[in-house]
Structures are given as C-alpha cells and as structure tokens.
C-alpha cells in the first residue's frame, strides 16, 4: 500500500528528477572538461609541431588580453569623490527665488545673480563674484606656476586624469545633467546629448588617438640638406585661455580642459556669466582627478565675470584664446589679442541649413529637422536654423512638421516630461527673438506655430515656433536666432538651393539629405561652410577625430580634432645631421670676405638642383668644381 501512495509516487518523481538533474550536470561537467580538455591537447599539438610560430600566437592573445583587461573586466580604476550640489537631488525644493530675473541690478553691480531661468528659484548662495582685471591675472598666475610643474607630466599622467574623469561622467551623468538643467533650463535628454556624449566621446578619441596626435613627425628632406633629418615637436604652448558660453556648460568647459591639459598646458576659463553656478560644481570633478595623481588643481582655473573679466583675461599673459560667442564679442576679443599678438580661436557661430532633397528618406528628414531645431531649445551654435526643401515635397513636409511642432511640450525639464526647456539669458534673448519673427511674418512668412512668448511659467519660456516661405531678404534667414524657431525655405532645384544656403554670411556646419549619394555630396561640396554632413545633422562633432569651426562669419581656426589638439601647442621644426661627423659646410667662394665668383657659384647650385635636363645639370657640376677651386683675389 505505501509503495502506490501518492506521496510514495512523489518521492520517486522528485528521485527521478534529481537523478536526471545530476545527469545532467554531469553530462555538463563531462562536455566542459572535454572542451577544456580539448583546447590543452591542442594548444600542446600545436606547441609540439609548430614551436615557435604557435608560441608567438599565444604570446599575442596573451598580450591581447593584458592590454585589454580594463575593457573586460571594468571598475577597477579608483573613482572620484565630488560633493553634489543639493540643487541637483530630485527632493530639492526651493526656499528663494529672485524678484527680477536678471543678472545683476546695474552694470555697476560687482555680482552675479545666480537663479534657475525656469522658476527664478536661487541657486547655491544666490551670487557670484564678478572678478577684476588685478583678480583675474591673479588667477593667471597660479595656473603659470603650475603649467611649469605639468608641462613635464607624461602622457600615461595625463590620461589617467582624463580616464578618472571619464568614470565619473559615467558614473554621474543624472547628477551632471541635472545642474546643467537647473542652470541653463534644458531638458535632461539634452543635456544627455550636448553634455555627456561630446564630452565623453571626445575623452576617448583623446585617450586613443591623441598622444599619436601630438608624436613627433617626421618630415622630408631636399636634394641639398639630404645629409640632414626633419622633424616637428608639438610642445605645450605655456597657459590657455578660454571664454565659453553658457548653451552647454559642461562640454563647452571640458571641451576645453581636455584638449590644453592633455597637449600639456594649464588653462584659465572664463565662464559665461549665465552659467557661473555650475562651474564650481564642474571644475571640482578635474580637480579632484588631478589632486588623485598628485598635480597640482591650478593647472585648470576659472575665471567668473562679465566683459571687464573676459578683457583682462585676454590681456593677462595667456599664450593663446579661444572663443565661443557671438562675431561682434570676437571682433571685441580679437582687437584686444591684437594689444599683445595673443592668437586666438574663434567660433562664432552658425546659421547652419539643411538641403532637404525631394529623394531623401522622408521620415528620417522629418525627425532630425526636429531634434536639429529644437534640441536644446534651438540654442545650439550648429541646430539647423535653415531648412532649404525641394518645392517637390515642400508642402507635405511644412504640413507635417506643423503638428509635431504644436504638439511639443514646454515647461520646467524638471518637474515634468517637456520637450523644450527655458530661454537661458531671459527676457533680452526673447526680446531678440520676437522681433526677428515679427519681421519675417511682416515680411510675407507664414506663422504656422507658436511665435509669441509662453507665459506657461514664471520661468524665461518662448513657445516653439515654425515660420514657412521664409526669403533670403527676411531678417531671420540671416542672423542667429539661437532659440525655438524651425525656419523653412522652398527651392526650386539644387542650384536655387545651393543660392539660398550661401546667400547668408555665416558658414559654420551644413546638411545634406538625399538617397542619391553622387547628388548630395555635389551639394555639399557647394556649401561654403567649416562642415558639412550628408543624410545626417551634427554627427561630426561626435567624429573627434575631425576639427569644428567656420567660415566667413562663423570664425576661423579650429578646435577638436587632431588640429584643435595641435592647436594647443607650439609646433617646433627641428633638424639634425642625419650620419655622425657629416655636416652642412661652407663651400669656400661662400665663405666671408666673399669671393668674386660668389653669386656664380650659387646660379650653378640652382641650375644643377632645379634645372631643366640633364646635360645643363652637368655644366652646372663642372662649373661648381671650377668656382670652388678658384682662389679669391
């Protein structure tokens, strides 16, 4: 009776499944030391037949898998402790807020107001200080001193800060979104892409590629100094001074730091005035990574002001300037530079189009025409503030661009899912903004959303805007809007499109969209500006690799890239004798007091190195022979 129980049929199922159970884990455990088994009898086959050759194999997957251990196995690098500030936790509620939201309450002000633009909450302390001329070559310096100490730093010392820096955006990328958000007003989405992936894409094109960068090259040689080598050293040009904006404040900050301290050099940045709160929450993440292998914090400083601040830099000693403004402040910078030769760099921004051809992929078109004008509330040096479309799909595109463009959502990024965050600099940038649209509605464009101020908060808020039938002779196809404004163009055929792109002065980035490759890369050769992609919107700036800046309006020169890392150092040619005891002598009708015969000589040199033929190339030999044997008189 017990052995046809239920409970006597249970215990033979359970013994049957933990017998079928170690079958298979030793079935398992048979077929692993089988593998491995296998791999050990045919790594010593190998070894046995073919020693050496299959010795060097090993050797190379070993050395492989050395070199790339951080890659597979990971968190293995000491991480940064930096205090965040209360104002980015997601509890923070603020106690204060300004009663006007402006910087300062007149330009004789020594402070800066710090406030959130989305509510006009206080931030930190409430202000800053606006530094002077004696404070700010103060901080110059500092930063020369310890230039000095860095500058003899290796490159292995100079990533590991770089990679420190790396796991802390990694490991921090809510918390350095959040302070950007609450300083700026942008959504945490593009914080996302304007702060975090530039900066930690450009991090690891300059682990990788940039010590190669900055490697001594070196150069050919002529017929006449063939006894010599060539070369070009990129030394640390001393001390880099740099005057950011405040659209994306922690890439624009550490776009900066990574490329002067990894060339060598200390670097002084004059924070926009805008976003003063965040930059001492973001120069405490570089410093704490110096600090963590023993250099000195000044090798990176900022310098916190209006223009008086951003002058006195210019003027105190830094051995170059970058600048990222608008082209009346780089007319401004560069007339001061000139005062002590200082060279600079400037990126002015852009009034970037996008040609939109009647074979482009549709939908793809539709959507970065969105992220290129909105993102960041349309404050973006290279957004897309033109968009030239084929007449073919002109009014099927404006229709639908009108509905996502209406239904865009708009408020405080953090205290609801939005779209479209603040206007950073308030109610003068609005202003800005609102007569530009103005103009061009008055001018024949057509309104099709928004164009007016959102009163939807307390907070600076302009409503995202689509203006079509816009005309070359309108105001806004030629100046920066920098907000959220999408502007559309109708062309007629690649030619009257080419004329539209080029018939505005600025010259920064450009877009191409279009399935026929030849077409598009014709268009985008006749695009005059710094950068262009084809079928694609600011993915160049994510390709470190390659240098930014403009034309005509939109600056010149070039930072990112392998020229914007070379940009940052001194480029020195050198030569050398090229075999021990072989040296550049004087022939001796060349020799001081001049021989008679001294100019003829020199004819001969020329027609025997560059002449035209053998036979004058001989002429030329005997004739040198003759000179050099004569005696001078």
């Known amino acids: 009776n017990h052995a046809t129980s239920p409970t006597h049929a249970l215990c033979r199922e359970r013994e049957r499944g933990e017998r079928a159970c170690a079958s298979v884990f030793l079935c398992s455990s048979k077929m692993l030391g089988d593998a491995v088994s296998y791999v050990l009898r045919t790594v010593a086959l190998l070894l046995t037949r073919e020693p050496v050759l299959h010795t060097l194999i090993l050797l190379a997957v070993g050395y492989f898998l050395y070199t790339w251990r951080e890659f597979f196995i990971g968190g293995r690098r000491p991480r940064l402790n930096v205090p965040i500030p209360p104002e980015a936790k997601a509890d923070w509620k603020p106690t204060k807020f300004v009663d006007n939201m402006t910087l300062r309450d007149s330009p004789s002000d020594k402070t800066i107001r710090l406030y959130d633009p989305c509510s006009g909450a206080v931030l930190g302390s409430g202000s800053a200080k606006a530094m002077d001329r004696d404070e700010v070559r103060a901080v110059v310096a500092a930063a020369r001193t310890a230039a000095a100490t860095w500058r003899q730093t290796s490159f292995e010392t100079r990533k590991k800060v770089l990679a420190l820096v790396q796991d802390y955006v990694v490991d921090h990328q809510e918390d350095i979104c959040r302070v950007a958000s609450r300083d700026t007003g942008k959504t945490m989405v593009d914080g996302a892409f304007g702060e975090l992936l530039t900066t930690c894409e450009k991090i690891r094109w300059v682990l990788e590629s940039g010590e ?15 006894h010599k080598t060539a070369r070009v050293e990129y030394h640390p040009v001393g001390v880099m001074g740099a005057i950011i904006p405040w659209n994306y404040p922690f890439h624009n900050m550490f776009g900066q730091i990574i490329s002067s301290i990894f060339a060598g050099n200390a670097i002084v940045i004059k924070v926009s005035e805008h976003s003063t709160w ?9 410093h704490a990574a110096l600090r963590a292998v023993g250099q000195p914090e000044d090798v990176v400083k900022i310098v916190t002001g209006y223009a008086e601040a951003g002058s006195a830099l210019i003027n105190s000693g830094v051995d170059k300037v970058v600048f990222i403004g608008s082209p009346g402040v780089g007319k401004l910078v560069m007339r001061a530079a000139s005062d002590t030769l200082t060279p600079v760099v400037l990126e002015l921004g852009g009034k970037d189009a996008a040609v939109v051809c009647d074979d482009c992929d549709y939908d793809q078109v539709v959507n970065l025409a969105m992220r290129g004008t909105f993102q960041n509330c349309g404050q973006n040096c290279i957004g897309l503030e033109r968009l030239v479309v084929h ?8 229709a639908d661009v009108a509905q996502r463009v209406t239904a865009l959502r708009q408020g405080s990024p953090l205290d609801g899912p939005v779209d479209c965050g603040a206007m950073t600099m308030g109610t003068a940038q609005i202003a800005g903004i609102q007569k530009l649209v103005d103009d061009a509605v008055k001018n024949g464009a057509k309104l099709l959303a928004g164009g007016k101020v959102n009163t939807c908060a307390k907070g600076s808020f302009y409503t995202p805007t689509l203006l079509a039938d816009v005309t070359p002779k309108m105001q806004i196809a030629q100046c920066e809007v920098f907000g959220p404004v999408m502007v559309v163009m109708k062309a007629r055929d690649d030619v009257h499109a080419l004329e539209l792109v080029n018939s505005c002065e600025y010259g920064l980035g450009s877009s191409v969209f279009s399935k026929d490759y030849k077409r598009a890369e014709k268009i985008a050769a006749g695009i005059h500006a710094g950068m262009c992609n084809v079928n694609d919107f600011g993915v160049n700036y994510l390709c470190q690799s390659l240098p930014f800046g403009g034309v005509k309006t939109s600056g010149f020169d070039r930072f990112a890239g392998i020229e914007g890392l070379r940009g940052c150092c001194v480029p020195k040619a050198v030569t050398s004798d090229r075999f021990p005891g ?52």
């Open 391 to 398: 007449q073919a799909i002109y009014d099927r595109f404006v």
């Open 212 to 226: 190669e960068a900055l490697a001594t090259e070196k150069r050919s040689v002529g017929p006449l100094t063939m």
């Open 278 to 286: 965040s930059a001492d929450y973001y120069v405490s993440i570089v």
């Open 582 to 633: 072989v040296r550049t002598t004087i022939p001796p009708p060349l020799q001081y007091p001049l021989a008679a015969s001294a100019f003829n000589f020199c004819e001969a040199l020329v027609q025997m190195v560059y002449g035209d033929g053998l036979w004058p190339r001989v002429q030329a030999v005997f004739r040198l022979v003759k000179f050099s044997l004569q005696k001078k008189q």
